[in-house]
């Protein structure tokens, strides 16, 4: 890439995240590092860096992405009379919610990269995600049983006079197939 930009800067200037730069390039790159799913730990990008946690939405690879899920359960709590507090009831666990925040670069405007993300989340289907975040959190995933996302919002940030990058953040759901069972009763 003709461009030089320093990925560390543009997240701290663009997505408001401040982190150090990840030091991928002084690991054993012939040995890989993965979950027990098999989502790889790290990887070399076009540009040759280095980066942590790659994320990928169906076959689009997001490099340099950071990625957070934020879980929630449905609770009752019942007042009783004459004590203090209330009697919780755990009533069920609700979908995570996951953001994807990056940066798309190429050696002019990334269009082809703005393009395939902006195709993923018109999709009217949910999209299978890979990371080593969302299989440790997620749990045991297998070929007839992926990690599925419905991709819910996503925001094109400006990155002021930089031409050659397009910061964006992404937020999606978990999506989880389930059976539905119809118990017909004969009219009497």
């Known amino acids: 890439m003709r461009n030089k930009y320093n990925i560390e800067q543009v997240f701290a200037d663009v997505l408001r995240i401040k982190g150090l730069v990840y030091p991928g390039f002084l ?18 990008g076009a540009d040759g860096r280095w980066y942590f946690m790659p994320v990928w939405l169906d076959d689009v ?21 004459g004590r203090q507090g209330t ?13 994807i925040a990056g940066v798309l670069v190429g050696d ?9 993300l902006t195709a993923l989340y018109k999709r009217a289907e949910s999209v299978e995600i890979v990371s080593a975040l969302t299989d440790s959190v997620l749990g045991q995933k297998d070929v ?7 991709l819910t919002n996503i925001t ?4 002021g006079a930089v031409e050659n990058m397009q910061a ?20 009497k």
Do not use: C
């Not at 690991?27 to 070399?44: S, V």
């Not at 009697?87 to 953001?99: A, C, G, R």
């Not at 094109?156 to 990155?159: I, L, N």
């Open 27 to 44: 690991l054993d790159k012939a040995k890989g590092l993965y979950t027990p799913d098999g989502a790889p730990l790290r990887k070399a």
């Open 144 to 150: 007839n049983n992926p990690h599925m996302v419905v």
């Open 87 to 99: 009697v919780k009831e755990l009533i069920s666990m609700q979908d995570y919610t996951i953001t």
């Open 108 to 116: 002019d405007y990334p269009a082809d990269a703005v393009k395939a």
């Open 156 to 159: 094109w940030s400006e990155v």
């Open 168 to 187: 964006f953040r992404l937020t999606a759901k978990t999506d989880r197939p389930f059976n539905l069972y119809l118990n017909m009763q004969p009219n």
């Open 61 to 81: 690879e997001i490099p340099h992405a950071v990625v957070s899920m934020t879980g929630q359960k449905t609770i009752v709590e019942t007042p009783l009379i």
